[in-house]
């Protein structure tokens, strides 16, 4: 065998290992395209959002079709933290509402609450979210349908008034009451 046709064979395996490479590259970015369009015509079944613009905010915000039934919760995680903290018994309630609304214990949308339970949420994840909860409310959302806007202040308000106060009086703090007012502002809102 000639140097030269060593050469070309070397050449053309080095083409075909690269054209293989880019092949299985594109094979993957189609298989992920593929995966994000999937979860996004769930999310917008579970959510009844329609508006890709709102669907990208759900998805920059980092929810899933998994951790989805958690964002109800994020204004009543919001009050909760309105003193710079969440106390034991809000935690408390915190969870209860999680498993009343079927957020299994180890799942997804459990380690989501958790994690905002140990870590606040930056005040942007918390107005966005809001918004995002009065657009599925809007819509009807199998997600929000089982919680009125109202039902979320109330909930939002035990919060507030779980671990305040002597004797009942002074149950929610100033702070409380401005982020509960924040919170009604947003969901009462009409879109």
């Known amino acids: 065998m000639a140097e030269g046709d ?55 915000l ?5 951790t989805i039934s958690v964002l109800p919760l994020v204004p009543i995680v919001q009050v909760a933290w309105a003193e710079g903290g969440i106390t034991a018994a809000e935690r408390t309630l915190l969870v209860r509402l999680a498993r009343a609304r079927g957020i299994a214990e180890g799942s997804p949308a459990d380690r989501q609450l958790s994690d905002w339970m140990a870590q606040q949420p930056s005040p942007d994840v918390f107005a966005r979210a809001t918004r995002l909860i009065r657009a599925m409310l809007d819509a009807g959302s199998s997600e929000g349908g089982r919680l009125s806007a109202d039902d979320l202040i109330k909930y939002s308000e035990s919060i507030a008034a779980a671990s305040g106060g002597i004797l009942g009086i002074g149950k929610i703090s100033p702070d409380e009451r401005a982020t509960l007012a924040q919170i009604v502002a947003t969901l009462k809102a009409r879109g």
Not at 12 to 18: H, K, P, T
Not at 62 to 66: A, L
């Open 6 to 60: 060593f050469l070309d064979d070397r050449r053309r395996a080095s083409e075909d290992d690269y054209f293989r490479k880019k092949d299985r590259e594109l094979i993957e970015k189609m298989r992920n395209a593929a995966t994000h369009d999937r979860a996004k015509h769930e999310m917008s079944a579970k959510t009844g959002l329609n508006d890709p613009a709102l669907l990208e905010e759900l998805d920059a």
């Open 62 to 66: 980092g929810f899933t079709p998994e």
